[in-house]
């Protein structure tokens, strides 16, 4: 952080309560100055009006309020958007807006790179060089809504499935939500937030015990141990029995219905056959299955599936409540990682 400052984003309002206690300031303080940032959105402490001089000088040489900077922006023809966001540090990560009829959703990365190594994915091409912090992940959030509200819209929705596994950067993906949720904060309502994992069990059991309304989605992408080993590097370590076991958990303990996300890609996960083991392992457990249309990424040899409609009316008629994703950014760089690699190999 630049001149050994504390990112202002890195704290949830407890956390900010807590932080100016400590330098002899009233717990009320916090919620001013949540509400200057992520209500007003005002960042410079000068600007505080309702703040004493003193203090907004303390204010700015403690903390930046700094956002990411938009490296690269990509608009596709259907209203999507994904920037390319460069952190203080210089760090890359992508952030990209979707537009559904229902709302404004922010898809955001939680780490710089990824090791998951999943076969077909475009973000591990560049490999985990750090994760990000709470704050840097708010700032994913801000920028995407400060856009939209040139136009008089507002971010509705976010989803943790960019870049890097939520699960290796727990605690601060927990604190980046206690942020965008509280009310004083973005205000985003918890049953409009998911995170998706790949599939750590201890995690996903703690995640059910949090008390929490947020959803959780698994990414899956196979019907057997055979298929989900040889596309994802992290299933040679949690075989597919314990982690539907640890599902099951997460389902008893959160009361929660679990989403699986599955990637379909041609003659690997889309068969007949594979759709009727999909529906035999998932029977029993309160889910639903969101079937996502493969964007190709040109470093890897895998093809979109012509399967999808039948594959989920195999799903459906036996009971698993399937739909097809819609597919958002088809004329840019659409694949997760997609976009910074690209930049990247270019410069």
Same mark, same amino acid.
């Not at 080993?229 to 959160?254: K, T």
């Given at each position: 952080?630049?001149?050994?400052?504390?990112?202002?984003?890195?704290?949830?309002?407890?956390?900010?309560?807590?932080?100016?206690?400590?330098?002899?300031?009233?717990?009320?303080?916090?919620?001013?100055?949540?509400?200057?940032?992520? %209500?007003?959105?005002?960042?410079?402490?000068?600007?505080?009006?309702?703040? $004493?001089?003193?203090?907004?000088?303390? =204010?700015?040489?403690?903390?930046?309020?700094?956002?990411?900077?938009?490296?690269?922006?990509?608009?596709?023809?259907?209203?999507? *958007?994904?920037?390319?966001?460069?952190?203080?540090?210089?760090?890359?990560?992508?952030?990209?807006?979707?537009?559904?009829?229902? &709302?404004?959703?922010?898809?955001?990365?939680?780490?710089?790179?990824?090791? #998951?190594?999943?076969?077909?994915?475009?973000?591990?091409?560049?490999?985990?060089?750090? *994760?990000?912090? !709470?704050?840097? /992940?708010? &700032?994913?959030?801000?920028?995407?809504?400060? #856009?939209?509200?040139?136009?008089?819209?507002?971010?509705?929705?976010?989803?943790? #499935?960019?870049?890097?596994?939520?699960?290796?950067?727990?605690?601060?993906? /927990?604190?980046?939500?206690?942020?965008?949720?509280?009310?004083?904060?973005?205000?985003?309502?918890?049953?409009?937030?998911?995170? !998706?994992?790949?599939?750590?069990?201890?995690?996903?059991?703690?995640? &059910?015990?949090?008390?929490?309304?947020?959803?959780?989605?698994?990414?899956?992408?196979?019907?057997?141990?055979?298929?989900?080993?040889?596309? /994802?590097?992290?299933?040679?370590?949690?075989?597919?029995?314990? +982690? #539907?076991?640890?599902?099951?958990?997460?389902?008893?303990?959160?009361?929660?219905? +679990?989403?699986?996300?599955?990637?379909?890609?041609?003659?690997?996960?889309? $068969?007949?056959?594979?759709?009727?083991?999909?529906?035999? =392992?998932? %029977?029993?457990?309160?889910?639903? *299955?969101?079937?996502?249309?493969?964007?190709? *990424?040109?470093? %890897?040899?895998?093809?979109?599936? %012509?399967?999808?409609?039948?594959?989920?009316?195999?799903?459906?008629?036996?009971?698993?409540?399937?739909?097809?994703?819609?597919?958002?950014?088809?004329?840019?760089?659409?694949?997760? &990682?997609?976009?910074?690699?690209?930049?990247?190999?270019?410069?």
């Amino acid at each position: 952080m630049d001149g050994g400052k504390r990112l202002f984003f890195d704290y949830p309002l407890p956390k900010l309560e807590k932080a100016v206690v400590e330098e002899g300031e009233k717990p009320y303080r916090a919620r001013q100055l949540f509400e200057w940032v992520y %209500k007003k959105r005002v960042y410079d402490p000068e600007m505080m009006t309702d703040v $004493s001089k003193s203090y907004r000088e303390r =204010l700015g040489a403690a903390f930046s309020f700094a956002l990411p900077e938009v490296a690269a922006r990509q608009e596709a023809s259907d209203g999507t *958007v994904k920037f390319l966001l460069k952190m203080e540090d210089g760090s890359l990560v992508e952030t990209v807006l979707m537009r559904y009829d229902y &709302g404004n959703v922010a898809c955001v990365s939680s780490e710089v790179g990824c090791s #998951m190594g999943c076969a077909f994915c475009a973000s591990g091409l560049l490999k985990r060089t750090r *994760v990000l912090t !709470s704050g840097e /992940m708010v &700032g994913e959030c801000l920028v995407v809504d400060d #856009m939209l509200k040139e136009s008089g819209e507002r971010l509705s929705h976010v989803v943790v #499935m960019g870049t890097g596994e939520p699960f290796d950067n727990y605690d601060n993906v /927990m604190d980046f939500i206690r942020t965008i949720n509280d009310d004083r904060g973005l205000g985003i309502g918890a049953r409009h937030i998911t995170v !998706s994992t790949c599939g750590i069990l201890d995690k996903i059991r703690r995640y &059910g015990k949090e008390g929490l309304q947020i959803n959780l989605a698994i990414s899956l992408h196979a019907s057997n141990e055979k298929t989900r080993r040889e596309l /994802m590097p992290i299933a040679r370590g949690y075989s597919m029995d314990e +982690l #539907m076991d640890a599902c099951r958990d997460y389902v008893s303990s959160s009361g929660r219905r +679990l989403t699986f996300e599955y990637i379909l890609i041609d003659g690997v996960n889309d $068969s007949d056959e594979n759709a009727y083991e999909l529906a035999s =392992l998932l %029977k029993g457990i309160f889910c639903y *299955v969101n079937l996502i249309p493969l964007n190709p *990424v040109k470093e %890897k040899p895998f093809r979109r599936s %012509k399967n999808a409609r039948r594959f989920m009316g195999i799903l459906n008629a036996r009971g698993i409540n399937c739909t097809v994703r819609k597919e958002f950014g088809t004329d840019i760089d659409a694949a997760c &990682g997609q976009l910074r690699a690209k930049y990247q190999k270019d410069k």
